[in-house]
């Protein structure tokens, strides 16, 4: 595994997924947009029995302006959790797929995991015991259709994950991730065949502040769409998430609140930028 650290967004390769099987995550992913309206409308948000799963944009009372984007949310793990009712059935290779690649992107979480903890100097698993059992995984599929106006509006708008961490799979081709750094956006560049690892706010608090999670947006382009499949691993929403006690010392005193089910009341509370904020000490 090789991993290039730059500030905390992290590209790895070697990662066990062969580019032929990624063509295959885009493809499928892809041909979930290019359903019908009304098959794409049988898995919309708000038929399942949360509001944030399924087809459809996010959807804060507050946002003066939507997303340039598509999108369909799903949770992906534990299985026995899935709500396939909102899932595509008209799609073959769509569960076979993203069964296949839950599988291969928990154990490249597994690996992550591992490694952050042993750069803080923890037990191994520390980082993974703190999300609980059954931590959950949800799928995001971003679909960026062209936009003539596309310096007027975003992919996605500003914000830091909620996740622990996100493992993005970037469009093979079409770049539009730009990460926020001393005040300047960069662009994230593709690299073909590897996999995005994004540090989310869990990690920022579970860490105390070791690891930051990053403030990044999507652009569009004004002539070619853009895919990207976005994994995000989140603690159990039922599990108190904490700084841990070994990262916290005289001179590195706890920084942030305990907090519970935050990658669904925190973005909710302030859908731009980082909410984290609102859980500093
Ligand atoms: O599509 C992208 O490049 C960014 C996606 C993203 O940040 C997200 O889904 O959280
Ligand atoms: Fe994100």
């Known amino acids: 595994m090789i991993f290039s650290i730059n500030f905390c967004v992290i590209q790895v390769i070697n990662h066990g997924m062969t580019s032929l099987f990624l063509d295959k995550v885009r493809e499928v992913s892809r041909q979930f947009f ?12 708000g038929l399942g029995t949360t509001d944030t799963e399924g087809y459809g944009n996010d959807n804060y009372s507050d946002l003066k302006r939507n997303d340039w984007a598509d999108r369909v ?17 008209k799609l073959n290779d769509f569960r ?3 069964q296949q690649y839950t599988e291969c ?11 952050m903890s042993k750069l803080v100097n923890l037990e191994e698993d520390c980082f993974q015991k703190e999300c609980g ?48 750094k001393d005040n300047k956006w960069f662009k994230v560049p593709i690299v073909p065949d590897t996999l995005l690892i994004n540090v989310g706010d869990q990690m920022e608090i579970m860490s105390n502040g070791i690891f930051q999670s990053p403030v990044h947006r999507a652009v569009v382009d004004s002539e070619k769409e853009r895919l990207t ?26 920084l ?12 909710k509370i302030s859908p731009y930028g980082r909410p984290i904020d609102q859980c500093k000490i």
């Open 133 to 180: 059992e059954r931590a959950a995984t949800y799928m995001r599929i971003n679909y960026y259709p062209p936009c003539p106006k596309a310096d007027h509006v975003l992919g996605l708008k500003v914000h830091s994950d909620p996740s622990t961490i996100t493992i993005l799979l970037q469009d093979k081709e079409v770049e539009g991730l730009q990460v926020l």
């Open 34 to 45: 290019e359903l019908p309206k009304e098959e794409k409308q049988k898995c919309a948000r």
């Open 96 to 98: 076979n797929t993203t």
């Open 229 to 254: 499949v976005v994994m995000t691993c989140r603690p159990n929403s039922e599990k108190e998430v904490k700084p841990i006690d070994k990262l916290v010392n005289e001179s590195r005193p706890v």
């Open 73 to 89: 949310y799903l949770k992906v793990h534990p299985e026995d959790e899935r709500n396939l009712k909102l899932w595509p059935q």
């Open 256 to 267: 942030y609140k305990t907090v519970k089910d935050y990658a669904i009341l925190y973005p």
């Open 105 to 115: 992107v928990l154990q490249l979480y597994e690996v992550i995991l591992r490694a």
